[in-house]
T-cell receptor, first 115, second 114 residues
């Protein structure tokens, strides 16, 4: 069974640009989560999508946005990039909310560098 | 608000020695608790989890953790460290009311010396 996949592996942008990160969940999983792992800030929850809808959002500005497609894959968009957006962005997937316990499986991450 | 505290950002042990990584949580309701491991340049891998039931949880690679409600702790242990255990370890908590988000501790970097 294929795990969670993310693309690209690395992404280099300059300040003010936009970045798009992609995530494909494990087959059968309908929930996708995004986390940011920035140096010195630890792992922070960004967004949660389930069945195509945004279910929860962490404490991030609106320039962090995303969506989930009908095939449950997801995209994270970061607009007006700032230097402090440089981080490893991790995607996780799980079975949907109808399950009483839905373990999250993580992808390898996308390393975003903002110059 | 729930939070997770990992005591010790760096832990160093000798190969064959006991590994003990500490995690305390604050939560007003019994949470789900997890330990993840992250190897360099990789994502997170679930080591073990506590949801309900038995408070001593066994995970992969010989790790185990005990949920102690009275101490609000979920410490991770392994009787004998191996060189391949060198990695960063994260404790995480999830409350049902938090919409499935995981709240992570700061992480503990484990070094295993030969």
């Amino acid at each position: 069974e294929a795990g969670v996949t993310q693309s690209p592996t690395h992404l280099i942008k300059t300040r003010g640009q936009q970045a798009t990160l992609r995530c494909s969940p494990i087959s059968g999983h309908t929930s996708v989560y995004w986390y940011q792992q920035a140096l010195g800030l630890g792992l922070q929850f960004l967004l949660w999508y389930d069945e195509g809808e945004e279910r929860n959002r962490g404490n991030f500005p609106p320039r962090f946005s995303g969506r989930q497609f009908p095939n449950y894959s997801s995209e994270l968009n970061v607009n007006a990039l700032e230097l402090e957006d440089s981080a490893l962005y991790l995607c996780a997937s799980s079975k949907g909310t109808s399950y009483s316990y839905n373990e999250q499986f993580f992808g390898p991450g996308t390393r975003l560098t903002v110059l | 608000a729930q939070s997770v505290t990992q005591l010790g950002s760096h832990v160093s042990v000798s190969e064959g020695a006991l590994v003990l990584l500490r995690c305390n949580y604050s939560s007003s309701v019994p949470p789900y608790l997890f330990w993840y491991v992250q190897y360099p340049n990789q994502g997170l891998q679930l080591l073990l989890k506590y949801t309900t039931g038995a408070t001593l949880v066994k995970g992969i690679n010989g790790f185990e953790a005990e949920f102690k409600k009275s101490e609000t702790s979920f410490h991770l242990t392994k009787p004998s460290a191996h060189m391949s255990d060198a990695a960063e370890y994260f404790c995480a908590v999830r409350k049902e009311t938090s919409g499935s988000r995981l709240t992570f501790g700061e992480g503990t970097q484990l070094t295993v010396n030969p």
